[in-house]
């Protein structure tokens, strides 16, 4: 019997206890016939871990940026600049959304999106909704505000929200500037809502959009974008444990309670919360989820998955990929982070920006891409041992 490279790179994949440097692998983008527009009517390719296939679950979109999935494996997209949101069902579980259906229209600037108790809430410039599809036709019936103590306005204004253990609200707000002190103090927070009460969380984060509570441990996360013009490699973006009136230091620390250069001071910085994890400036951190519902390696499972938009101020671009940060059983990350897929920057502009990551309910990947306009379903297939005959 021999054991072929290909199931040499899955043992690793699915043994290796902290970090490991393995080669990607280049995979076609497998499009459908009816999802092959936009920057997917020609052949696209990505490098991804070997064992992993990258297929586009739709297209067409627009802006598609944070995703929910229903009780009933209904995956729903936000489409801010048109204001809707969309329901993709796959009815027949071939991989790919069967249709696309308006479930929510007339919105302002949609983004993060979360179940809880069969409403879909949303988060809203302005204001988080409750919305109701009573019939189960994919088209909500209903909306009720549940709060509109939600700040609005410019600069960073993605509003992302998680349903924490307690069955409270969770909302991030970034700051409206690059490095200002802001007037609002619900900018660049995180901010909780229990019933009818709201207060600020946690303080001190420029542009924390993604947040996601770890499944095992009840703990909050989220993954901070800091500040511009201070060059290609500073400050780091963040991974941050964001705990009930931690201050995070923003806009006078970044990283490791460095005092920026233009506010801070070491004085002011010392009993700020520095972050877990520390990775490449300007990679632009967005969407995260834990993968311990994936249908994949052990290595991957076990991580905090990110989603990097991609640089907009760098001289060399960086970002535009899924990259994973092991978490070890305690709940804590235990090693740095590695690339998952990477590719959509082909070196000279990028034809897709990964926003958004969610782990389905079929054990699958689903990445949102606002460039493309699509959600992308990532699979893993481990190799299989193979006879060279009978000896």
Request: with cysteine.
């Amino acid at each position: 019997m021999r054991i072929f490279s290909a199931f040499l790179l899955s043992l690793i994949l699915l043994s290796a206890p902290s970090a490991f440097a393995l080669e990607l692998r280049t995979v076609a983008v497998d499009v459908p016939q009816k999802y092959r527009n936009g920057p997917l009517a020609v052949k696209r390719e990505l490098k991804a871990l070997p064992g992993l296939s990258v297929s586009v679950f739709a297209s067409g979109l627009g802006d598609a940026r944070f995703m929910a999935e229903s009780s009933d494996g209904v995956l729903f997209v936000s489409i801010p600049s048109d204001g809707t949101i969309l329901a993709l069902p796959d009815r027949d579980k071939d991989g790919v959304a069967d249709e696309v259906i308006v479930y929510a229209r007339g919105l302002k600037r949609p983004h993060g999106l979360v179940f809880r108790d069969g409403e879909l809430l949303v988060a809203e410039a302005g204001s988080v909704a409750a919305l109701r599809d009573n019939d189960n036709d994919l088209k909500a019936d209903s909306k009720n505000v549940i709060t509109s103590d939600v700040p609005s306005g410019g600069g960073h204004w993605t509003r992302s929200i998680a349903v924490g253990p307690d069955k409270a609200i969770y909302l991030s707000a970034g700051s409206s500037c690059n490095a200002c002190v802001e007037k609002d103090r619900r900018r660049a927070a995180v901010m909780r809502f229990a019933d009818s009460e709201a207060g600020l969380f946690a303080t001190g984060l420029r542009n924390t959009v993604g947040i996601e509570f770890h499944p095992k441990t009840g703990k909050l996360w989220g993954v901070d974008n800091g500040r511009d013009m201070l060059g290609d490699d500073i400050p780091p973006e963040e991974v941050n444990l964001i705990e009930k009136g931690a201050d995070y230091g923003w806009p006078y620390c970044y990283g490791n309670r460095v005092p920026d250069p233009e506010r801070g001071s070491r004085e002011r910085c010392q009993n700020t919360r520095a972050p877990e994890v520390e990775m490449q400036a300007h990679s632009a951190p967005l969407g995260i989820a834990f993968g311990y519902g994936l249908q994949f390696p052990k290595m991957i499972k076990d991580s905090l998955l990110i989603a990097f938009h991609g640089s907009w101020n760098r001289s060399v671009p960086t970002g535009y990929k899924v990259v994973a940060v092991p978490f070890n059983d305690k709940g804590e990350p235990a090693a740095r982070p590695f690339d998952v897929i990477t590719g959509w920057h082909d070196g000279r502009r990028a034809w897709g920006r990964p926003v958004d990551i969610l782990v389905g309910r079929d054990g699958a990947m689903y990445v949102s891409d606002d460039e493309a306009g699509a959600v992308y379903r990532v699979t893993f297939d481990a190799p299989k041992k193979k006879m060279d005959g009978k000896r």
